[in-house]
């Protein structure tokens, strides 16, 4: 969840990228980039600054897997990546990743940071070992970096019905048929589901923003 994201190609000076983890000195920097890169775009304001807060502190969260991204010295991205699985029709269970919230600082996006951070850090996470990830995004801009539908892959999405549109609901391997011939159905963490009213709390902490209607927003 929270990962739609403009992943353009453009030619990168990649000698000036910085990708490291995120410590605890980058933490509100970092929710203030994506408190900026979210702000009005799916909501008025936006929540994902207040769950990346929480998310750190919960214990699917993957600190191996927490980074942030800078481009001449100035921090302008960051990723994080949550435990997931996917409960299987034969009463099994599969460990998965999911990912998001990943954001881009507005006056950098749409030149090719987004996808290089994306690339990046799936290698990072395929050399942890990890087999899969699933999450919502936009396909045609992840599908760049590997993602496809997950319906081609057997997974569904908890509480869509038959016939409903699962576009948004994406998934790639990271080993070799990982996915090969399962069937199973895939929930959105509850990390992500957070208080509204404790989010709106935790904004009021930061610098006034003003919340705008916008007819582009989806909740």
């Given at each position: 969840?929270?990962?739609?994201?403009y992943?353009?190609?453009n030619?990168l000076n990649?000698?000036?990228?910085?990708?490291?983890?995120?410590?605890?000195?980058?933490?509100?920097?970092?929710?203030?980039l994506?408190?900026d890169?979210f702000?009005?775009?799916?909501?008025?304001?936006c929540?994902?600054?207040?769950?990346?807060?929480?998310?750190?502190?919960s214990?699917?969260?993957?600190?191996?897997?927490?980074?942030?991204?800078?481009y001449n010295?100035v921090?302008i991205?960051?990723?994080?990546?949550?435990?997931?699985?996917?409960?299987?029709?034969?009463g099994?269970?599969l460990?998965?990743?999911?990912m998001?919230?990943?954001?881009?600082k507005n006056?950098?996006?749409?030149?090719?940071?987004g996808?290089?951070?994306?690339?990046?850090?799936?290698?990072?996470?395929?050399?942890?070992?990890?087999?899969?990830?699933?999450?919502?995004?936009?396909?045609?801009?992840?599908?760049?970096?590997?993602?496809?539908?997950?319906?081609?892959?057997?997974?569904?999405?908890?509480?869509?019905?038959?016939?409903d549109?699962?576009s948004?609901?994406?998934?790639?391997?990271?080993?070799k048929?990982y996915f090969?011939?399962?069937?199973?159905?895939?929930?959105?963490?509850?990390?992500?589901?957070?208080?509204?009213?404790?989010?709106?709390?935790?904004?009021?902490?930061?610098?006034?923003k003003?919340?705008?209607?916008?007819p582009?927003q989806?909740?």
């Open positions: 969840m929270f990962s739609y994201l992943l353009e190609e030619k990649k000698n000036n990228i910085v990708i490291r983890h995120e410590e605890k000195k980058n933490y509100r920097e970092v929710e203030s994506v408190r890169s702000w009005n775009v799916y909501r008025p304001g929540l994902e600054h207040y769950v990346l807060h929480v998310m750190r502190e214990s699917g969260f993957i600190p191996s897997l927490d980074y942030i991204m800078y010295d921090l991205g960051q990723i994080v990546y949550y435990k997931a699985k996917l409960d299987l029709f034969d099994s269970s460990d998965i990743l999911t998001g919230p990943i954001a881009i006056e950098y996006k749409r030149q090719g940071f996808k290089y951070l994306l690339d990046y850090t799936l290698d990072k996470a395929t050399s942890l070992g990890w087999g899969g990830i699933c999450f919502e995004g936009n396909f045609k801009f992840y599908s760049t970096c590997g993602f496809t539908y997950a319906r081609d892959y057997g997974i569904k999405y908890h509480g869509l019905k038959e016939g549109d699962d948004f609901f994406l998934a790639k391997e990271l080993k048929d090969k011939a399962i069937n199973g159905v895939y929930s959105t963490p509850e990390v992500y589901f957070v208080s509204e009213a404790d989010a709106e709390s935790f904004d009021k902490t930061f610098p006034f003003v919340k705008e209607k916008l582009s989806i909740f």
